[in-house]
């Protein structure tokens, strides 16, 4: 498992590229008259998935450093990057820098950032005009990129028709072999695009800037305080595994649950008013409802609802419960 860690080998598995708003992209770059490459084709998998989805390039440039089929050549493209190719498709290897330090793993020391996937992704994009990568879902609330991202697509595997509630089982869109890590799509251009479409597999949720408008204004509001053990006002951070569940509750709800400082799913909060429980509960429902859950962070495992569970962090939270500075459209939007 450690050494699949190392090279961030997570085999894509499941078929994105039947999705509408690829079809689209690949349409527009005229894949059949393209040289695509693959800088992190360990097996070959993304260009069979093509082929699988009805689309076909003209040929492929097939890189890994450690090939799983002879077809792909050898070579670190982090450390040398393929010149010379307009187009790139492809699963970069993704590694979180403190999962790395944590398990003894090497870490390249050419970037800042928290997680392998980025490094791996900035060099596509220096390099190619026109990029599709799966990437982690949470790559939309990174803020990077965003220039020339044109489509970013949540891929959620789908419940097979005809099962019952009881007995569903997920066919294999989960997008890895090994893990069941949401995972997006990333569509990028050469230029700079005006907004992000964002969907949800072959659903269209919106624009990133439209779905923006429906977030309450940050708050930096340190006199709400969480993990107090005195606090007034409960929150239950994480989604069960049956809907959306997130929700503020009186603190009593909680009970003795110990309050600790490290944990990031229930919480009590010391708020220094009086806190209307319903009120914000129907402000969380409203934003994500109008959201779609784009903003909240995405983890592994699928509600029987047929959406990730989700989590709502501490900024997002912060700037619920701070009804004194509530958003005149917000407000509109709740009546
Ligand atoms: C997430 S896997 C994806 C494999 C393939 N693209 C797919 O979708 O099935 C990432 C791949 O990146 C490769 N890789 C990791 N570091 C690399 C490097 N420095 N240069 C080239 N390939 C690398 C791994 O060997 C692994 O095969």
């Given amino acids: 498992m450690d050494e699949k860690r190392a090279s961030g080998r997570y085999y894509t598995r499941g078929n994105p590229f039947q999705l509408e708003p690829f079809q689209t992209w690949a349409k527009e770059i005229n894949l059949a008259q393209q040289i695509t490459l693959e800088p992190f084709a360990g097996a070959k998998d993304i260009p069979q998935l093509i082929d699988a989805a009805h689309l076909r390039g003209r040929d492929w440039a097939l890189f890994d450093i450690a090939p799983g089929t002879k077809e792909v050549v050898q070579r670190d493209t982090l450390a040398d990057f393929p010149k010379g190719f307009n187009v790139c498709i492809t699963n970069p290897p993704w590694l979180a820098r403190n999962s790395a330090t944590r398990r003894g793993l090497p870490f390249p020391d050419a970037t800042d950032y928290d997680d392998l996937y980025k490094y791996a992704l900035e060099q596509c994009l220096t390099h190619c005009g026109w990029v599709a990568a799966i990437i982690p879902e949470a790559f939309i609330r990174s803020g990077l990129f965003l220039q020339r991202l044109r489509d970013f697509i949540s ?102 649950y110990p309050i600790r400082v490290h944990c990031r799913s229930i919480t009590k909060i010391g708020v220094p008013w009086h806190v209307d429980i319903d009120m914000l509960n129907t402000r969380l429902a409203t934003i994500r409802e109008k959201t779609h859950d784009v903003f909240l962070t995405a983890f592994k495992g699928i509600r029987r609802d047929g959406h990730y569970r989700r989590r709502l962090d501490w900024a997002l939270a912060r700037s619920i419960i701070d009804v004194n500075d509530l958003d005149p459209q917000l407000e509109m939007n709740m009546e």
């Fill in 155 to 256: 891929l959620v595997p789908q419940t097979q028709q005809g099962e019952t509630e009881k007995n569903k089982t997920r066919d294999t869109s989960y997008m890895f072999e090994d893990t069941e890590h949401p995972v997006g799509l990333a569509l990028f251009t050469p230029d700079a695009t005006s907004d992000v479409s964002i969907w949800r597999n072959n659903q269209l949720l919106g624009g990133l800037n439209e779905l923006r408008r429906h977030l309450p204004r940050p708050s930096s509001n340190r006199k709400i305080v969480f993990n107090d053990p005195k606090g007034n006002l409960g929150l239950i951070a994480i989604d069960n595994t049956v809907s959306a569940s997130i929700r503020f509750c009186p603190p009593a709800e909680l009970g003795d």
